[in-house]
C-alpha cells in the first residue's frame, strides 16, 4: 500500500537507452527505491545505471530473463532480483 508508481519509461530493448533513462529516473525522482524492468537487455542497463550512481542512490532493481549479465550482477548485489521465463511452455 505504500507503494507508488512515479513513472513508466521505455528501454527500446537497449542496454544503453535502459541505463540513460535509469540514470535520468533516478536523478528526477531522489526517493525513488526501486525498478522493475521487463526485459534482460533493460536490467542490464538499469544494473550499470546503479553501479554508476549507486553510492549516491541506491536502488533496488527487480529484472526479467537469466542471461548471464543478469545473473552475475544479481551475483554481486547490483540486481536484486530476476524472473525466469519457461520459454518453451510461452
Given at each position: ?9 521505455d ?20 526517493e525513488?527505491?526501486g ?15 546503479v ?29 536484486s ?10
Open positions: 500500500p505504500s507503494m507508488q508508481i512515479v513513472e513508466v519509461a528501454g527500446h530493448g537497449d542496454a544503453m537507452v535502459s541505463r540513460d533513462e535509469t540514470i535520468r529516473m533516478m536523478k528526477e525522482h531522489p525513488l527505491a525498478i522493475f524492468v521487463t526485459e534482460a537487455t533493460g536490467g542490464a542497463g538499469a544494473g550499470e545505471a553501479q554508476t550512481l549507486g553510492d549516491r542512490h541506491p536502488l533496488q532493481i527487480i529484472s526479467f530473463d537469466t542471461n548471464k549479465t543478469t545473473l552475475d550482477m544479481i551475483k554481486n548485489g547490483t540486481i532480483a530476476t524472473i525466469a521465463q519457461g520459454t518453451w511452455n510461452m
